[in-house]
């Protein structure tokens, strides 16, 4: 008997736990429903609809490139080159994991976090690489860089607004809705970016690396808030098998600035906003589905920035600033 009355007490808390999780789930497995049921209903349903599947698993291959070019008292030519990754990514009602694993050592860390509603959209992207190369003249000849030379952190958060509720940007660049029939809409967008240019390699990046010892490193922070408008169109064919989508949104530079740490002296340059200082957003995708549970597509992203100080170039101090981002991947979905 009192074998049994301690049997029992030690399953008791385990049984209430597992009451809560299954409470857990359940409460989340609404929420979501009522979440997804909420979206899809602001959405003309003559022009966008849903999956009829909770489920969603998909492979991709993911590529990305990084190239950054400054002209005037310091030029500077950096290129990551093509960085190369597969992986697999599973979802439950809209919210997906996924892992990836890199073809080569272009990029050491990538984190991407994405999401298109009926209206608002966001995508966030961090990475930070060690294999910038190119060349580098502070004054005359310029100086070669190679491999794990230098350290680049890249921060970039794109804002996205789009006025057609006809108009689907989840199912032109995540597949995860059905566009029915073809439909444009202009889009408000704003874009914050950060670049963090390390002047050491990945061997100061370690357990036994002080902050101290980090902060004293020369590195140059660059950031910009920019904000802008454009247009979007998704071209529905085939019997709504086939969806093509192409974007470009123009976009104005309301804040740019850039700290230079050398050899313990900080060097703060904030740009003035009546310098010519443009970004732009373009964005193209391709997809085909059969049925209702597989599809395949392909999308990209290119986020395009210049900076000028003045229309003729200049030796004396920053005159022109561009870099250049790129993403793609291509997918294939299957959903149950």
């Not at 057609?164 to 940007?169: A, G, I, L, M």
């Amino acid at each position: 008997m009192k074998r049994l009355l301690l049997a029992l007490c030690l399953l008791l808390p385990l049984v209430v736990q597992a009451q809560k999780k299954e409470n857990f789930f359940t409460d989340l497995n609404d929420f979501l429903e009522m979440r997804s049921a909420k979206n899809y209903a602001r959405q003309d349903t003559n022009y966008v609809a849903r999956y009829p599947y909770i489920w969603d698993t998909r492979t991709f291959y993911y590529v990305t490139s990084l190239h950054i070019k400054s002209e005037g008292a310091g030029d500077v030519d950096l290129y990551t080159g093509v960085s190369n990754r597969v992986g697999l990514s599973f979802g439950y009602r809209g919210l997906a994991l996924s892992y990836s694993f890199a073809l080569g050592r272009k990029l050491n860390f990538d984190f991407g976090l994405s999401s298109y509603g009926t209206h608002f959209g966001f995508e966030y992207n961090l990475r930070a690489t060690t294999s910038l190369q190119g060349t580098i003249a502070t004054s005359g000849m310029p100086e070669a860089i190679g491999n794990n030379e230098i350290t680049l952190f890249a921060s970039n958060l794109n804002l996205l607004y789009n006025l057609n509720p006809r108009f689907s940007y989840a199912a032109a660049m995540k597949q995860s809705r059905i566009q029915r029939k073809s439909a444009g809409s202009f889009i408000i967008a704003a874009s914050w970016t950060v670049w963090d240019v390390l002047g050491a390699g990945s061997d100061i990046i370690s357990r036994k690396t002080s902050i101290q010892t980090l902060l004293d490193q020369p590195n140059l922070l660059y950031d910009r808030i920019s904000i802008g408008a454009g247009y979007g169109y998704n071209l529905v064919f085939g019997k709504e098998h086939w969806l093509l989508h192409a974007s470009f949104i123009p976009m104005w530079t309301v804040y740019e600035s850039s700290l230079q740490s050398l050899e313990g002296v900080k060097t703060k340059t904030r740009h003035p906003m009546g310098h010519i200082a443009f970004m732009g957003t373009g964005r193209v995708g391709a997809y085909y589905r059969w049925g209702t549970r597989w599809s395949v597509g392909l999308s990209g992203i290119i986020n395009q920035m210049v900076s000028r100080n003045g229309v003729n170039r200049s030796k004396e101090g920053f005159t022109r600033f561009g870099t250049q981002d790129f993403q793609a991947r291509l997918q294939v979905g299957f959903r149950f």
